[in-house]
């Protein structure tokens, strides 16, 4: 089973921030959250990871609470083309196993 | 870029036929998971490979499926006999390492009538 909680879908308009969240209250010291998403009849596609400290690339910006029990995935400035499935993921650190994907959140940009 | 490439694409067959679908990982990588994805499972890991060597293989119904990596820049996923509940859409990561990000191809969309 998943080990994360996300809202099954969301909406959000093309040039704002959209903004994901994740709770993961289980989760354990040694445990990344990993997010991916996932374009209509594409491959998942690795977005971005972390262990408890905001992390950024040139995709999205991770921020996770202090307790570290949830996270928030943005997307700065969406664009039709961010409309996809997205995954969050929780990982050992170390973890010699493969991802277990939930239901993930479907993002929709509107025009 | 580097990119997982997976053949084919699409693979439409009847029932009892064998399917073999292929992979290339990301050359460097050492580590190759199979995937399967059904609108009502979802995700699901199949199986993986470190180094060529299988290492968990939990997820594969036994008795049909079989996965193997010749060599390091080949892994394959054989269904014999298939059976139309086999359809799904078959996909492929690889990694550096076991705990490394994967990377994921673009998936072979099977099809069993």
């Known amino acids: 089973d998943a080990k994360t909680t996300q809202p099954p879908s969301m909406d959000c308009a093309e040039g704002r921030a959209a903004n994901l969240p994740c709770n993961h209250s289980?989760?354990?010291?040694?445990?990344?959250v990993y997010w991916y998403r996932q374009i209509h009849s594409q491959g998942p596609q690795y977005i971005i990871h972390?262990?408890?400290n905001n992390e950024t690339n040139e995709m999205a910006s991770l921020i996770i609470t202090e307790d570290r029990k949830s996270s928030t995935l943005i997307l700065p400035h969406a664009t039709l083309r961010d409309t996809a499935v997205y995954y969050c993921?929780?990982?050992?650190?170390?973890?010699?196993?493969?991802?277990?994907f939930g239901k993930g959140t479907h993002l929709i940009i509107q025009p | 870029d580097a990119r997982v490439t997976q053949t084919p694409r699409h693979k439409v067959t009847e029932m009892g036929q064998e399917v073999t679908m292929r992979c290339q990982p990301i050359?460097?990588?050492?580590?190759v998971f199979w995937y399967r994805q059904t609108m009502m499972q979802g995700l699901e890991l199949l199986a993986y490979?470190?180094?060529?060597?299988?290492?968990?293989d939990s997820g594969m119904p036994k008795d049909r499926f079989s996965a193997e990596m010749p060599d390091a820049t080949l892994a394959t996923l054989k269904i014999q006999p298939s059976e139309p509940r086999d359809s799904a859409v078959y996909f492929c990561?690889?990694?550096?390492?076991?705990?490394?990000?994967?990377?994921f191809g673009p998936g072979t969309r099977l099809t069993v009538l």
């Open positions: 990561a690889s990694g550096r390492d076991l705990t490394d990000t994967q990377y």
């Open positions: 289980t989760i354990s010291g040694n445990e990344y």
């Open positions: 972390g262990l408890k």
């Open positions: 993921i929780v990982r050992a650190r170390g973890g010699a196993d493969g991802l277990t």
């Open positions: 050359l460097g990588h050492n580590t």
């Open positions: 490979f470190r180094n060529r060597a299988p290492l968990d």
